[in-house]
Nanobody
Framework: QVQLVESGGGLVQSGGSLRLSCAAS????????MGWYLQAPGKQRELVAG???????NYADSVKGRFTISRDNARNTVYLQMNNLKSEETAVYYC?????????????????WGPGTQVTVSS
């Protein structure tokens, strides 16, 4: 089993910054990619940013230049630095991991989600 735990959410004023963290733990053999998604009330979950094991990144157009995704492979942790936040980015932010889990003789590839962390941006 694998667990993802997000942290770093909270209340911030428009134009402010937050840094989210997501740590993966459990029977992890390797992590292929990790990402951050947001889900605003009444809307579908959408990709914010993703990063591969090799460090390749992709971002939603709306956050380019303001958000930065990074990862610490040794700690199985992904970060999302969010600057110049906007009120419309108030949402629950979820961490996602595409990984191989073990034991090694029964290796399988799965996707896991964290429980989410609330980000509220006041205008």
């Amino acid at each position: 089993q694998v667990q993802l735990v997000e942290s770093g959410g909270g209340l911030v004023q428009s134009g402010g910054s937050l840094r989210l963290s997501c740590a993966a733990s459990g029977s992890i053999l390797s992590i292929n990619a990790m990402g951050w998604y947001l889900q605003a009330p009444g809307k579908q979950r959408e990709l914010v940013a993703g990063i591969t094991s090799g460090g390749n990144t992709n971002y939603a157009d709306s956050v380019k230049g303001r958000f930065t995704i990074s990862r610490d492979n040794a700690r199985n942790t992904v970060y999302l630095q969010m600057n110049n936040l906007k009120s419309e980015e108030t949402a629950v932010y979820y961490c996602d991991a595409d990984l191989d889990e073990g034991p090694d003789y029964r290796r399988s590839r799965r996707e896991y989600w964290g429980p989410g962390t609330q980000v509220t941006v006041s205008s």
